[in-house]
Nanobody
Framework: QVQLVESGGGSVQSGGSLRLSCVVSGYTSSNYMAYAAWFRQAPGKEREGVAAIESDDTTNYVDSVKGRFTISQDNAKNTLYLQMNSLKPEDTAKYYC?????????????????????WGQGTQVTVSS
């Protein structure tokens, strides 16, 4: 069973930075393409895809974080990262990492939450003005 554990959340002032980490353990297979992503959910709002990365390091970002957030992965450490710079109050949310495995050729929608089977417990990010 795949397990994901996030860390790195906290409280910062507007313009500050945080780096989230997500350690992945459990099932892996070279027969599948691995996808990983960060989602966030603010109170009263739907879960939103923030950034996603594929096995070949292809990345996707929601428009609101482009140029400010960077998703990366260290396969040797089985760790996914989200570097968040120039944080804004509207970035305040609980951030979740997610992972999915699909056969080659599947047309993945990387920022759609229903595409992901495995989820972490979330880490809170609060940005004050």
């Amino acid at each position: 069973q795949v397990q994901l554990v996030e860390s790195g959340g906290g409280s910062v002032q507007s313009g500050g930075s945080l780096r989230l980490s997500c350690v992945v353990s459990g099932y892996t297979s070279s027969n599948y393409m691995a996808y990983a992503a960060w989602f966030r959910q603010a109170p009263g709002k739907e879960r939103e895809g923030v950034a996603a990365i594929e096995s070949d390091d292809t990345t996707n970002y929601v428009d609101s974080v482009k140029g400010r957030f960077t998703i990366s992965q260290d396969n040797a450490k089985n760790t996914l990262y989200l570097q968040m710079n120039s944080l804004k109050p509207e970035d305040t949310a609980k951030y979740y990492c997610a992972r999915a495995y699909y056969t080659r050729g599947y047309r993945m929608k990387p920022l759609v939450s229903s595409e992901y089977k495995y989820w972490g417990q979330g880490t809170q990010v609060t940005v004050s003005s």
